[in-house]
C-alpha cells in the first residue's frame, strides 16, 4: 500500500516531485486554517506529517487515525505535544544543525542593529530629517570588546558566541542547563549563574528553548538586574519572556534597546507597541528565513519522514522513547 504523506510547509518542484515518487502527497502550499476540510480529510487518512508553524493538538490527533510520523521543519519543537505523541506512539522528528549558521546571524544582525541603532537611523534619513552631521543625541554602543551573555548555549547560542568572541573580541558569559567545557575552551566563555549574566553582561542573548522551565524566566525582576546600556536580543521563542515586563523596561529606559525576532503572539497582533518604539529592532519571525537553509530544513524533514515510514530510524527523533526498531 503506498503511505499517504500530508505536506503543509514550505517544499520546492524537485523535493515535491521526489517525494511523490514513493507516496501519495497531499500538498498545502499555504494553509490559512487546521480547519480547512480539505486539510482534515487528509489528515484523517495521513501516516505522515511534514510541516511548520501548525500547533499541533492531541484533540488534532484524534483526526489523524493512521499517523505514524511528523517532520517538523523547525529544530524547535513546543508546537507539539511531546508526551502525547510518545504515548501514541508516534515519532517526532526536527531540523537541528541545518538551520544554526542562518539563525546565528538573525542573532549577531539584531545584536548590531539594536546597539547601533540601525533601523531608527535609516528611518531617520528616509524622513528627509539628515540635515547636518549628527550628533550625540545618535550615537549608539560599541558591540566589540563587550561582554556577551548568552542565555542558553546549545547550537544556536555556541555559534552566536562564536562569532562575538571570534568576530568582535567579546568577552563570553552563559547560563546553561549543563556546563560547556569544550565551548569553554573555544571560546574562553565563563558559566555563571543566571543573575550574574544579566547584571554583568553589556548583550544579552536568548537561545533556549520553550518549555515549561523557561517560559517567562525573563520577567520584570531580571529585567531590573539588566545595566541601562544592556542590549537584550530573543531569537528562541516569544513566551520565553515576558513581554509586558519587557515593554515597560524599553519604555522607562531600563534597559538601552531590544533585537525581536520572536513574540508571545505571532504575527504579532497590530496593538503592538514593540515595532513603533525608536529602541527596538522588531523581525517577523526570519531566524531561518533563507533560500538556502529552508530548502535544508525542508530537505531534512523530508529525509527524517522518508526514514520513519519507511521503518528506519530518522536522523533527528525528538522522542526517542517513540522508536521501536522492526
Ligand atoms: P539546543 O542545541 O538544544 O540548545 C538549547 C540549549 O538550551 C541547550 O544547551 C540546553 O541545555 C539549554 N537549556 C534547555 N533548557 C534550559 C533551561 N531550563 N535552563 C537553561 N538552559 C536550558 O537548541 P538550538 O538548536 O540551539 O535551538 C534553540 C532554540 O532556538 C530552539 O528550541 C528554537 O526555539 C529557537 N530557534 C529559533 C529560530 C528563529 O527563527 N528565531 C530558529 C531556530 C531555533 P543542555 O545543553 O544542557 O541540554
Avoid at 520546492?12 to 480539505?38: C, W
Avoid at 484524534?62 to 519543537?77: H, K, N
Avoid at 558569559?173 to 556546563?179: D, E, I, R, T, V
Amino acid at each position: 500500500m503506498t503511505q499517504r504523506i500530508l505536506a503543509y510547509g514550505r517544499l520546492n518542484d524537485d523535493q515535491l516531485a521526489k517525494l511523490r515518487r514513493d507516496f501519495h502527497v497531499d500538498y498545502f502550499a499555504h494553509l490559512d486554517s487546521p480547519d480547512e476540510p480539505a486539510f482534515r480529510a487528509a489528515l484523517r487518512e495521513a501516516h505522515g506529517l511534514v510541516g511548520a508553524s501548525l500547533k499541533i493538538t492531541p484533540a488534532l490527533l484524534d483526526e489523524a487515525p493512521q499517523l505514524r510520523a511528523i517532520a517538523s521543519i523547525s529544530v524547535g519543537y513546543d508546537n507539539y505535544p511531546v508526551d502525547e505523541l510518545t504515548r501514541r506512539g508516534i515519532l517526532l522528528c526536527n531540523t537541528p544543525d541545518v538551520l544554526t549558521e542562518t539563525t546565528a546571524d538573525t542573532g549577531f544582525l539584531l545584536i548590531l542593529a539594536a546597539a547601533r541603532r540601525a533601523v531608527e537611523l535609516a528611518e531617520f534619513i528616509r524622513q528627509g530629517d539628515w540635515r547636518s552631521s549628527i550628533g550625540e543625541a545618535h550615537f549608539g554602543s560599541d558591540v566589540h570588546g563587550k561582554t556577551l551573555g548568552m542565555i542558553g548555549f546549545g547550537r544556536i547560542g555556541a555559534a552566536v558566541a562564536r562569532r562575538g568572541a571570534l568576530g568582535f573580541g567579546m568577552r563570553v558569559l552563559y547560563s546553561n542547563a549543563s556546563p560547556k567545557p569544550a565551548l569553554e575552551n573555544e571560546l574562553g566563555a565563563t558559566r555563571c549563574e543566571l543573575d550574574e549574566l544579566l547584571s554583568q553582561a553589556d548583550v544579552i542573548c536568548v537561545t533556549v528553548p520553550l518549555t515549561p522551565a523557561t517560559e517567562k524566566l525573563i520577567g520584570r525582576r531580571e529585567f531590573g538586574l539588566m545595566k541601562p546600556s544592556a542590549v537584550f536580543v530573543n531569537i528562541a521563542r516569544g513566551k520565553v519572556v515576558n513581554e509586558t515586563a519587557m515593554i515597560q523596561a524599553l519604555k522607562s529606559r531600563q534597559i538601552q534597546a531590544a533585537g525581536l525576532d520572536v513574540f508571545e503572539q505571532e504575527p504579532l497582533p497590530s496593538e503592538s507597541p514593540l515595532p513603533f518604539m525608536t529602541n527596538v529592532v522588531a523581525l517577523p519571525h526570519i531566524g531561518s528565513a533563507t533560500h538556502e537553509t529552508r530548502t535544508a530544513m525542508a530537505q531534512r524533514a523530508l529525509d527524517n519522514i522518508r526514514l520513519a515510514l519507511e521503518g528506519e530510524r530518522p536522523i533527528d527523533l525528538v522522542n526517542d522513547e517513540a522508536w521501536s526498531p522492526a
